[in-house]
């Protein structure tokens, strides 16, 4: 292995975990990090090898075991036996320690790199002529001890990114290919916008596009955390990665592989790994005060015992200790392990985290602003009742008429009545010159008559004279079929409340979280919603430019604010708020405004991503707290201020202490998880 690039990597692993072990689950990363920990592991076992003879050769273990092994230059085999373990094994420890020092940013690998040069030195001074006791064992135990510790680290390090590595693997490696009457197979990184491919039974989706043949359900879980089938048919879209049920499809690709969702999700998931946050500047910020504590204190600690009148091997024997008991490697672990897990486990459960401070924000928020339509209702407008007022209509005629003049347009109402009148069968008719009444409806000619689909307040200004009455039912949106000018029925169309929404808003609750519906629909709707589910308040019929002044006058009251919304109409709230949270899906993720984006539109996500983000919050003050109380603890013992009590650390024990709360660190870090309440 060369040595250059093995170091490169081993210091940023080590030094700044969090910004590279985010892009381990791409193959070369992932195999270097597999190297090194490979490197580590055969580093260990040589020096494993070359520590028996060092201590049978030195003087104070023979001492301890009541041995007697010497011969003639005994002392020069001993001191080449330790010069090979602290070159060979010492080596990633001198490498870290020059480069540290050359960029000027004295941190782990310098204390350990110093501490193994001061024992070297002086113990090869004893041998040349030096009175006093050699170091030789002490500096090989503790080389030992550093290797293995920082091989065990390593392997606890790699299982940070292995939420992420589960993520890369969802793309599969090959494709069906569809040409003419053939089918080929080709590589997926291969497949371009407009391709067809063929999905099997069983197979994982290698594209994001769209239906164009058959059905099937879908096992969407690992991308979106939702865990039932999804229904696929006709023109319906699918992502790369899911996995198909028993049905076979054929998909029309809309994205390469390089801009499908998922490349979209390990990017974000990647970016908001390397992004630092408040709580890592600060570890990262009482890492290095506690390298510059770890020196002085251990100068300090020497010049202490050397002057009380201690022999030399005895205080530098206490400096060594305290500057490796020091390290501050757990405190450098403690936030990088859990934001590597939390961001990659997060965007398994549909929790896409674009900013990490809004997501360590997510803990402090007092107010979150639901947007109604698609949050907690299903934002599908379905048509629940419909009817003829004019004589000699009948109430399907009313259904069709509208349908013919909706047609042409996306908008949720004409999607509703579309919808109504596909599931009766009619036949609609063909309708002409087409025009939308801004803000009011839509008007056209159908079989000769004039017809237009229009508001109840158009109705109400056109015959203000009369009464027209449909009996609008709380949470209702009536529209009027006017024909000739006559008003010829009616047409009711509500937003179902999503069945998860009452449990999401019951939790908030509970977590003494205010809600607060924010939404462009009438007052009628707004409240019936609002009480339907229990919210704290609702604030109706506000323009989308609107929406941002809301966000303000909460935040002047002393709430820190949520917002919830589609991430394009809501842009400016989102960026508004505290924390924005975006409703995001396929590839428009990267391009949204908000620093988390929920791939579901579930308001259980919101929640989730809540109890997580005080997870991930208690895991990195849990972490902070055993890393630095390990330090306030372990520092005097090892600086001997016990040791008229007859309690004193060795380096080794020392290096044994600080490889254990680092492990520590790590395995705390990987029990993290998603929590996810009942939906």
């Known amino acids: 292995m060369e040595h250059q690039h093995q170091h490169t990597n081993m210091k940023m692993e080590h030094d700044m975990p969090a910004s590279d072990h985010a892009a381990m689950g791409h193959g070369g990363h992932h ?9 580590f592991r055969k580093r260990f076992y040589v020096v494993l090898v070359l520590t028996v003879p060092v201590m049978l050769l030195s003087k104070m273990i023979q001492h301890w075991l009541g041995l007697s092994v010497s011969f003639s230059g005994d002392a020069y085999v001993l001191l080449l036996l330790s010069s090979v373990v602290f070159v060979y094994g010492g080596w990633p420890f001198l490498k870290g320690w020059y480069e540290e020092m050359k960029a000027w940013e004295p941190g782990m690998m310098t204390l350990i790199g110093f501490a193994i040069t001061v024992a070297y030195i002086y113990s090869v001074a004893t041998v040349i002529g030096l009175s006093g006791m050699d170091f030789f064992w002490e500096l090989t135990t503790l080389i030992l001890i550093m290797l293995l510790g920082h091989w065990i680290e390593m392997k606890s390090v790699a299982g940070a990114s292995r939420e992420l590595e589960l993520l890369v693997q969802l793309m599969p490696d090959d494709a069906h290919l569809v040409h003419g009457e053939h089918i080929m197979e080709v590589k997926t990184a291969s497949l371009k916008a407009g391709d067809i491919i063929l999905i099997k039974p069983g197979e994982k989706v290698a594209a994001d596009g769209s239906v164009t043949e058959g059905e099937t359900y879908l096992n969407e879980s690992m991308l979106t955390g939702e865990s039932k089938p999804v229904q696929k048919q006709k023109d319906d879209k699918v992502i790369a990665g899911s996995i198909n049920g028993n049905g076979a499809i054929k998909v029309l690709v809309t994205h390469g592989a390089d801009d499908s969702y998922l490349s979209q999700v390990v990017k974000l998931v990647q970016d908001a790994q390397q992004s630092k946050s408040k709580t890592q500047l600060l570890a990262d910020k009482a890492a290095r005060w506690l390298t510059l504590i770890a020196i002085l204190t251990g100068l300090a600690t020497f010049l202490y015992w050397w002057l009380s009148g ?7 024997e206490r400096m060594v200790t305290v500057i490796v008991i020091c390290c501050p490697h757990a405190l450098g672990l403690a936030v990088p392990l859990v934001i590597a897990r939390s961001t990659a486990l997060s965007a398994r459960h549909g929790l896409l985290i674009k900013n990490r401070t809004d997501f360590e924000n997510s803990r402090k928020i007092t107010t979150i602003v639901f947007d109604k339509t698609g949050t907690l209702t299903v934002g599908r407008f379905e048509v629940v009742r419909f009817e003829a007022i004019q004589q000699g209509m009948t109430k399907e005629a009313i259904l069709q008429m509208a349908a013919a003049l909706e047609g042409s347009s996306e908008h949720p109402i004409a999607t509703g009545i579309m919808g109504k009148a596909k599931a009766l069968q009619l036949q609609v008719p063909a309708a002409e010159n087409v025009t939308a ?7 056209g000619r159908v079989d000769e008559k004039e017809v237009k689909v229009v508001s109840p307040g158009y109705v109400a200004e056109l015959f203000k004279d009369r009464n027209v009455n449909a009996d609008i039912q709380s949470g209702e949106t009536v529209v009027y079929v006017l024909m000739n000018g006559a008003v010829a029925g009616f047409i009711a169309l509500a937003d179902q409340i999503r069945p998860e929404s009452a449990g999401a808003i019951a939790t908030l609750k509970e977590n003494h979280i205010k809600t607060v519906l924010l939404t462009g629909d009438n007052k009628v709707v707004a409240e019936s919603v609002s009480r339907t589910l229990g919210l704290d308040s609702f604030i109706a019929e506000v323009l989308p430019h609107q929406k941002l002044d809301k966000i303000k006058e ?3 009251q002393g709430e820190f604010v949520a917002m919830t919304g589609d991430g394009i109409n809501d842009a400016p709230a989102l960026a508004q708020a505290d924390v924005g949270i975006a409703i995001g899906s396929g590839s428009d993720v990267a391009a949204e ?10 308001p259980q996500d919101v929640v989730n991503l809540i109890l997580f983000g005080k997870a991930t919050f208690r895991k990195m003050m849990q972490n902070l707290a055993w890393a630095t109380g390990y330090n306030i603890v372990a520092l005097p013992l090892a600086a001997g201020v016990l040791y008229k009590e007859g309690i004193l650390l060795s380096p080794a024990a020392g290096a044994v202490l600080m490889t254990v709360s680092t492990v520590v660190v790590a395995i705390n870090a990987s029990l993290l998880k998603v929590k996810k309440t009942a939906k």
Do not use: C, P, W, Y
């Open 31 to 39: 195999d270097h990090h597999a190297m090194m920990i490979a490197d």
């Open 310 to 316: 201690r022999d030399l091997s005895f205080a530098i």
């Open 437 to 443: 009444i801004t803000g009011k409806g839509i008007s």
């Open 554 to 556: 909460l935040q002047q």
């Open 593 to 602: 405004t908000a620093g988390i984006v929920l791939v579901n539109s579930n």
